[in-house]
């Protein structure tokens, strides 16, 4: 991105004192300077947010003109109700100390569903963008006669809007989600997947677990193959085995979280966001 925005690329020197505590320096002088952060928030969601606090404070401090956040995938989203008595709901309280940190926030396809948008999260201007034209782009290149799942209703802003975008047959499954780790998952509205590559669309793969369960549903309607894309990859423990073991072929991400399944570049399209 640096280079796409012919910016100055400098490394953060981040590490500890011996007690644990952080420490962090910028090795650049930002007095008057806009200063963009880079931060995907994997795979340790706990020490980014704490990096990113004390870089956007300490960047103001240092007399910054301006701190832009970017984060292509935005953390601790999901939690975006108290599900039960007494729960942290973590969205609003990462929404309201980034706001104090940093003046700006850029993410890729955030996990609001059940906010109307960023606003309502965030005291500072963001920018939500997404993914899908690039997806889109992708799946148009790459498969053929393919119908496009979405394993829950939620994936539907991705699955169907694609699946329209490229004119292909879509379906969106029923989910249930019992824990962290344990989801339901049913074909409610059935499409011909008999003979077809059925690619699986969803934002995030964490445990997999989703797609797991979607597969092995699609896989009663015998199609010629299952692929699984998403936004943000996080891949958490087996997920990859146990993706490839219910017999999803291939698994697609974007570079919005660093992963060997990155096949779908975003950095363009967020230097051209930052230019604007
Ligand atoms: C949920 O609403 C999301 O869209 C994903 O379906 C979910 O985060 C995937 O999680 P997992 O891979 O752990 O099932």
Redesign the pocket.
């Known amino acids: 991105m640096a280079r796409k925005l012919k910016a100055t690329y400098s490394p953060l020197t981040v590490s500890a004192f011996p007690d644990g505590d952080i420490y962090l320096k910028y090795n650049t002088n930002l007095k008057g300077k806009t200063l963009v952060l880079v931060q995907s928030f994997q795979p340790n969601p706990e020490h980014s947010l704490s990096v990113v606090l004390f870089a956007g404070k300490n960047a103001k401090d240092l007399g910054a003109k301006k701190v832009i956040l970017v984060a292509p995938y935005l953390a601790y989203m999901?939690q975006d109700a108290r599900f039960n008595p007494g729960e942290a709901v973590s969205s609003k309280i990462v929404g309201e100390l980034l706001s104090e940190a940093v003046d700006k926030v850029y993410t890729f396809d955030p996990?609001i569903?059940r906010y109307k948008s960023l606003s309502d999260i965030f005291s500072i201007p963001t920018k939500y963008l997404t993914a899908n034209w690039l997806i889109a782009d992708y799946i148009k290149k790459h498969f053929k006669d393919l119908v496009i799942v979405g394993?829950?209703w939620?994936?539907s802003q991705w699955a169907k809007r694609i699946a329209d975008k490229i004119g292909v047959p879509s379906t969106v499954c029923k989910k249930k989600r019992i824990t962290?780790w344990k989801?339901r998952v049913k074909i409610v509205n059935p499409i011909l997947m008999k003979g077809k590559n059925v690619v699986i669309v969803?934002?995030?793969?964490?445990?997999?677990?989703?797609?797991v369960e979607a597969a092995k549903e699609i896989r009663k309607h015998h199609p010629k193959s299952i692929s699984a894309i998403c936004v943000h990859g996080l891949f958490?423990g087996e997920?990859m085995k146990k993706l490839k073991k219910t017999g999803v072929s291939k698994v697609i991400s974007t570079n919005c979280i660093e992963h060997k399944t990155n096949k779908i570049d975003v950095t363009e399209m967020l230097a051209e966001e930052l230019k604007k």
């Open positions: 999901r996990h569903h394993p829950d939620e994936s962290s989801v969803d934002d995030i793969i964490s445990t997999g677990h989703t797609i958490v997920a």
